[in-house]
């Protein structure tokens, strides 16, 4: 009987201890702040909260919730998830249909014990869209009842730019492919005249906020003169002559792609404009769900090349202009093509010699003319001056 006090005296203290945090209520919306690099939660309460939040269906992982203790005195508890974590949090990413948009969906949980699941706990389904080119970002929170109200939340997120690089092939090392010394490497970018023959590297780089979701995509490189005359080197990321340009290959998070090239330039022009045209695509993260479209919105390591396509034909002349839209960034490059040196040596001796060549057996048919000439005229003037002494 006493044991039995015991434990309801035990019941007791724990309902007694629990009441203040189940009875706990939210005040108003929470609000969300969807930022370049982590995605903020933060709510209000009635009473100091102590309890969890949480993403949902990820309570288990380290880096999806969060605890708070009464003794940490709050009424506004807040979680913030680095955009790294998504994978690991599982959250939803979808191109946003017929738009160069991004959205992310995540619910999450305000629970307001944390251990067990109550009735004043409250679920919230939220929106982050992040656009690439119409640069805002909105956010809406449905709560999880019968009535459903909307919060909104405004901000800024930085535009993608893109750049086009060449360098020498000589100045390549190994740390163009671990990119970690890159920021050197295009320091020695080209910017006086090559060679022809000269041995190139192409290098297209994009530029977006801390948050890195996108990749780039080479499309289409046009090789130009001056008056819009060239033809097309690149179609889809494939080379249409391998003896000028490589296909595209690119870096292991695909902020940059390369194209090996051999310096050329077109006849009476020594001046060439690359033109190309770069698409952003969504790179790849564990747990992504992808909805609503197919696997060619995702970043590739590898263009298609081997398989025949319209337009695959060898040095193809440029009949219409690179086609570029709000999804599409277009990047150009200049570069001074000037002639090989042996070839540059050719014509300064050509230069030098002022004589002129005749062929072979002229030359012999006028030397034996000359030749006998001047024995005839040797034995001639000795006949008379042999003569004349007689005489």
């Known amino acids: 009987m006493q044991s039995l006090h015991r434990v309801l005296a035990v019941l007791q203290f724990l309902l007694l201890t629990n009441a203040k945090t189940i009875d706990n209520r939210l005040v108003g919306l929470p609000k969300v702040e969807c930022g370049s690099s982590k995605i903020s ?135 163009v492919w671990n990119l970690k010394r890159m920021v050197i490497l295009l320091s020695k970018s080209v910017k006086d005249q090559v060679d022809i023959g000269e041995q190139l590297l192409i290098i297209w780089s994009v530029q977006q906020p801390t948050s890195n979701f996108y990749g780039v995509r080479v499309q289409d490189c046009d090789a130009e003169t001056s008056d819009g005359n060239g033809m097309r080197i690149l179609t889809d990321g494939c080379s249409l002559d391998q003896e000028l340009v490589s296909d595209v290959s690119y870096s292991q998070n695909f902020d940059r792609a390369f194209a090996e090239l051999i310096a050329f330039r077109f006849p009476e022009n020594d001046e060439i404009f690359f033109r190309c045209t770069l698409k952003p695509c969504l790179r790849r993260f564990e747990h992504l769900h992808l909805t609503g479209h197919s696997e060619e919105d995702l970043c590739s390591s590898k263009p298609k090349c081997e398989e025949p396509g319209p337009g695959r034909n060898r040095r193809e002349s440029i009949r219409q202009q690179l086609l570029v839209d709000e999804n599409v960034i277009a990047v150009n490059k200049a570069l001074r093509i000037a002639d090989s040196s042996a070839l540059k040596d050719a014509k300064s001796s050509a230069n030098e010699s002022r004589g002129f060549c005749v062929p072979s057996f002229v030359y012999l048919t006028g030397l034996s003319t000359t030749a006998i000439f001047y024995v005839t005229t040797f034995f001639i003037v000795s006949f008379y001056t042999f003569k004349s002494r007689k005489h």
Do not use: W
């Open 41 to 175: 939660f933060s709510a209000e309460t009635e009473e100091v909260f102590e309890g969890q939040l949480y993403i949902k269906g990820y309570r288990r992982f380290e880096e999806c919730y969060t605890l708070f203790e009464s003794s940490e005195n709050t009424i506004n508890p807040s979680f913030s998830l680095p955009l790294s974590k998504l994978a690991a949090c599982g959250i939803d990413m979808q191109r946003k249909p017929n738009k160069a948009g991004l959205k992310m969906s995540m619910t999450f949980v305000v629970a307001f014990h944390p251990n067990f699941v109550t009735s004043g706990d409250r679920a919230f389904a939220v929106n982050c869209v992040y656009q690439p080119k119409d640069v805002r970002v909105h956010t809406d929170v449905d709560i999880s009842e019968s009535k459903k109200p909307s919060l909104l939340v405004s901000g800024f997120f930085e535009e993608l730019s893109a750049e086009m690089n060449i360098i020498r092939a000589g100045s390549v090392t190994k740390s």
